[in-house]
């Protein structure tokens, strides 16, 4: 099976998920949106690691180079937490890119527990079954479920210090109020001292930002349209994909990388019992992928009550994750 580098993939908000209802307030809506969070169903995650996998999108890349190659720098900075504590991440998946820092700290004989948050019990019990191996000495606690229940339920469990993880710039898929209010969140649930360590995508140059997005072969292009294919699929709907162009778009001053589909021609939509109308060119708001500046960062961490501890990035200087104090 390949679960490789899935864990990017498992982005959820909150705990009021119903793609029904999302998809007909999407649909609704003018322009007309739909939730990329609803991009990973089997084919979407397959697709989305063939966007790993290709030479252009450096994202995944970038990471998994601070956490091979700066796993010290990483360390050192939660070891300003000088007591046991528990390290969670949210959305691990298979926990790639943190099993580097989770052998250092075992080999460090740190006392922490690490709980990985996903709402995909299978994959955290592939997570858990490679780790077992890798780390015999480990103490892991799956937690399966949304982002903030799973919080709530690791906070109920142990009053230790807390590390949170939110890897794979997965915070650049939120408008800019909705990743405030995240971070508000999950500061909320934090104490004095805890750790937030988030991954940023930065701004760079915009034809490499673009090119991440816009291959050619047109991986991105069909991960977008399987979202179509999704709902005909299970909210029984009849679009016709073939009428829908891709089309990407990055404005390096607003830093808002963004994919759209495109009707193509006049043309109705069946959702279940309701009727949607598309004028030729109109489009459909999929995904914004947001790119930010040491700025953006700094305004984001201290409007949600955090101060930046220490930023981390990849040799490129592409990539930061930022860890964060409260
Ligand atoms: C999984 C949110 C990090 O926005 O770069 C990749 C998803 N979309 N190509 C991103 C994605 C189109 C990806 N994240």
């Known amino acids: 099976m390949?679960?490789?580098?899935?864990?990017d993939c498992h982005f959820k908000n909150d705990g009021t998920d119903n793609f029904g209802s999302d998809v007909l307030k999407g649909l609704s809506a003018h322009p007309k949106k739909l939730p990329s969070k609803y991009f990973y169903d089997k084919t979407g995650d397959r697709l989305f690691q063939e966007i790993m996998a290709m030479p252009e999108y450096y994202l995944t890349n970038c990471e998994l180079d601070i956490f091979q190659n700066k796993t010290e720098?990483?360390?050192?900075?939660?070891s300003n937490i000088n007591e046991s504590f528990d390290l969670i991440e949210l959305g691990a998946g298979d926990a790639m890119k943190s099993s580097y820092l989770l052998k250092n700290l075992v080999e460090k004989g740190t006392n922490f527990t690490y709980m990985p948050i996903d709402i995909s019990g299978n994959i955290l019990s592939v997570l858990q079954e490679n780790l077992k191996k890798k780390l015999p000495e480990l103490e892991i606690l799956p937690l399966e479920g949304e982002y903030f229940d799973m919080?709530?339920?690791?906070t109920g469990i142990s009053k230790r210090k807390k590390v949170v993880l939110f890897l794979g710039g997965n915070i650049g898929n939120m408008e800019s109020e909705e990743a405030r209010h995240f971070c508000n969140e999950v500061k909320r649930k934090l104490n004095a001292g805890?750790?937030?360590?988030?991954?940023?995508?930065?701004?760079?140059n915009p034809n490499t930002i673009l090119a991440a997005y816009n291959d050619p072969a047109g991986i991105t292009a069909s991960f977008n349209l399987n979202l179509l294919t999704r709902i005909n699929r299970e909210l029984n709907a009849d679009f016709k994909v073939e009428n829908f162009q891709h089309y990407q778009n990055y404005d390096p001053v607003s830093g808002a990388c963004r994919s759209f589909l495109v009707s193509l021609c006049d043309q109705e939509v069946h959702v279940g019992k309701h009727l949607f109308y598309f004028k030729k060119d109109e489009w459909i708001d999929m995904e914004i992928s947001q790119k930010f500046s040491e700025q953006d960062i700094k305004k984001l961490a201290g409007d949600s009550g955090f101060h930046i501890l220490v930023e981390i990035k990849d040799t490129k200087n592409w990539f930061v994750d930022s860890i964060w104090m409260v």
């Open 2 to 7: 390949n679960v490789q580098l899935k864990q």
């Open 194 to 204: 805890d750790l937030f360590l988030v991954g940023f995508d930065l701004k760079k």
């Open 73 to 78: 720098e990483l360390a050192k900075a939660i």
């Open 151 to 154: 919080l709530d339920k690791a």
